[in-house]
């Protein structure tokens, strides 16, 4: 199903049924969808099951840059390191660990390991390991430590909080690596009726109450 099957759905389910004067648009549908999809996501994963491909995005062909390793301009050191020409869209967070599935070279063999940025630097510092290529994510870009080669582009996947964010990425024949309109929301399917109950039984009560507290706010400061 599509985002906006999804939207539908869930608009059925509750038929708008508050005040006129309190509507959900499809935004505010579609940010509820994706608020409890990351919550579903990190409690299957938070319960030692691997992490499902109906989850996973592409980023297609992510470009990189030589930038130096220092964080500030001012204070260069001299050495460099890849890291992402563009902002990544922000992984799913599941206890610490950013959900990154995978990052490779273009012919698709060529794993790169992702850990996280500590252990990327320390990885970066040991005689034998520091050989392999390392990536970590820091502030929304992906970095890739022990590349001594010229490295300019590379695949990346994972799961994202806001999958709409994936369609400011291309595919190698350029085009964009998730259209909302026609492509499926990466979620099973069993849990497109838990996120629609959800909704309707908690989510959506709170989310009203807190419109709701806003107008009245608004009408007693009048």
Known sequence: MTI???????????????????KLSDRNIEFLINFLRAKLIRQD??????????????????????????????????????RSVKELPTPIDVN??????????????????????AQAIKNSWTKYASKRLVAY?????????????????IKLDGVFENPR?????????????????????????????MINSMIKRQELDLYFKLIEDKVNDGQNNA
């Open 96 to 117: 610490g660990s950013m959900m990154i599935t995978g990052v490779y070279g273009l012919d698709g063999g060529n794993r790169i390991d992702f850990k996280s940025e």
């Open 45 to 82: 994963i938070q319960k030692n099951r691997s992490v499902s491909s109906s989850y996973e995005q592409s980023l297609g062909i992510v470009e990189l840059e030589s930038v130096d390793k220092s964080e500030d301009s001012n204070f260069p050191t001299g050495t460099t390191i890849l």
């Open 137 to 153: 994510y820091s502030s929304n870009r992906l970095y890739i430590v022990n590349c001594f080669n010229e490295l300019q582009y």
């Open 165 to 193: 964010d994936v369609s400011g990425f291309k595919k190698k024949d350029g085009e964009p690596c998730y259209d909302p309109n026609t492509d499926r929301y990466p979620v099973p399917a069993h849990m497109v009726d």
């Open 4 to 22: 906006q099957e999804l939207i539908y759905n869930v608009r059925m389910e509750i038929k708008d049924f508050k005040s006129d004067d309190i």
